[in-house]
C-alpha cells in the first residue's frame, strides 16, 4: 500500500492542498482532472521525482517501494540505439527479473511489434506499446502509467484492458479518455480545487 499525504504543494502558485489517499494493493487506480490540475504533479510526488512539498509518501514495509515500480511518463526517453528486444533484456538485467522471450514476443505479435527494429524508428504509439510490454513482463508492484493511452489505436487500448484485467500489481493510470478510466478502475481519482476525490462507480 502507498500512503499519501499532502497538506501543501506550490510551485509559484499552489497546486495540491489536504490531500489524503490510501492506495492499496492490487487495485485499478484511475487519475483524472483538468489540463493543469496537477495530475503529474502527483505522480512525481509519489515517485519521488519532487520532494519539495509539504508532507509525506510512505510504502508498505513488506514491498521494496519506489525501487519496485514501473513508470511510462508522458513524455518519454527511450534509448533509441537499441532494439526493443534489447531494450527488453537491458530493463529485465537490471532490475533482476526473469528474462521470458516467448511472453515477449508474444506480446510483441500481439501489438504488432517488431522487437528487432531499433527504438528510433519506432512511432510514438508504438513507443508506447513497447514500453507497456517490457514494463508488464517485469512483473512489479507498482504501476504508474502518465497518459497510457495517448498515441494508441483503439486495438491497443483494448488489448491493454485485458492484460490489466489479469495482472495482480497495483496500477495508477492517468487519461484523458474517460470511458478507458471507468471500465478499467476500481477506484477513480479525481483532482479538482486543488484536492483529490475518491470516485467509485460509474463517473
Known amino acids: 500500500m502507498i500512503n499519501v499525504q499532502i497538506q501543501e504543494k506550490?510551485?509559484?502558485?499552489?497546486?495540491?492542498?489536504?490531500?489524503?489517499?490510501n492506495i492499496k494493493n492490487n487495485n485499478i487506480y484511475g487519475l483524472i482532472g483538468l489540463n493543469g490540475s496537477g495530475k503529474t504533479t502527483l505522480i512525481n510526488l509519489i515517485l519521488g521525482l519532487d520532494r519539495d512539498f509539504e508532507g509525506t509518501v510512505s510504502f508498505t514495509?513488506?514491498?521494496?517501494?519506489i525501487d519496485d515500480c514501473f513508470y511510462i511518463p508522458s513524455d518519454f526517453f527511450l534509448p533509441n540505439y537499441l532494439t526493443g528486444q534489447e531494450y527488453f533484456v537491458y530493463l529485465h538485467t537490471l532490475k533482476e527479473k526473469d528474462i521470458n522471450f516467448d511472453h515477449f514476443n508474444k506480446l510483441c505479435e500481439l501489438f504488432f511489434i517488431d522487437p528487432n527494429k531499433l527504438i528510433e524508428h519506432y512511432s510514438y504509439g508504438m513507443k508506447k506499446k513497447i514500453q507497456f510490454i517490457v514494463?508488464?513482463?517485469?512483473?512489479?508492484?507498482?504501476?504508474?502509467f502518465d497518459e497510457l493511452t495517448s498515441g494508441l489505436d483503439i486495438e491497443a487500448i483494448l488489448l491493454i484492458e485485458k492484460i490489466l484485467e489479469q495482472h495482480q500489481s497495483t496500477f495508477i493510470i492517468s487519461s484523458?479518455?474517460?470511458?478507458?478510466?471507468?471500465?478499467?478502475?476500481?477506484?477513480?481519482?479525481?483532482?479538482?480545487?486543488?484536492q483529490v476525490q475518491s470516485i467509485r462507480g460509474n463517473l
Open 61 to 65: 514495509e513488506n514491498s521494496h517501494g
Open 176 to 194: 484523458h479518455e474517460i470511458d478507458f478510466i471507468e471500465r478499467i478502475s476500481d477506484e477513480v481519482l479525481l483532482i479538482d480545487n486543488l
Open 135 to 144: 514494463g508488464i513482463l517485469l512483473d512489479c508492484i507498482y504501476y504508474i
Open 10 to 21: 506550490r510551485y509559484n502558485h499552489l497546486v495540491l492542498k489536504n490531500v489524503d489517499l
